[in-house]
């Protein structure tokens, strides 16, 4: 069992930058892979960022390529979403979520195809 909670929201105006941490328990944390997903009132939860477990697969929305950085300490059994440049659109609640292994696109990109998740952390961008 991984039990994940995600911290670090808050209301930013446009142009700013977020840092959300995701604080997983567990003693075996190195071999799940980990993902962000995100939520805005309405939509469906979507994509965001993963980060295979043995740390060589990371994969990215399309929305936030080069504007957001997912990493890991494996010794602190976190995860990270270096959010920079927001925008409106990136108003939502952002959710982290875990699974063993896995490192293909296919596999990482999907909420169905995660098993653990945190309760959300809420980011709001203003303009």
């Known amino acids: 069992q991984v039990q994940l909670v995600e911290s670090g929201g808050g209301l930013v105006q446009a142009g700013g930058s977020l840092r959300l941490s995701c604080a997983a328990s567990?003693?075996?944390?190195?071999?799940?892979?980990v993902g962000w997903f995100r939520q805005a009132p309405g939509k469906e939860r979507e994509f965001v960022a993963a980060?295979?477990?043995?740390?060589?697969?990371?994969y990215y929305a399309d929305s936030v390529e080069g504007r957001f950085t997912i990493s890991r300490d494996n010794a602190k059994n976190t995860v990270y979403l270096q959010m920079n440049s927001l925008n409106p659109e990136d108003t939502a609640d952002y959710y982290c979520?875990?699974?063993?292994?896995?490192?293909?696109?296919?596999?990482?990109?999907?909420?169905?195809?995660?098993?653990?998740w945190g309760q959300g952390t809420q980011v709001t961008v203003s303009s």
């Open positions: 979520a875990a699974r063993d292994h896995g490192l293909t696109y296919y596999t990482l990109s999907l909420v169905k195809n995660y098993d653990y």
């Open positions: 980060l295979g477990w043995s740390g060589g697969a990371t």
């Open positions: 567990g003693r075996t944390f190195s071999s799940y892979s």
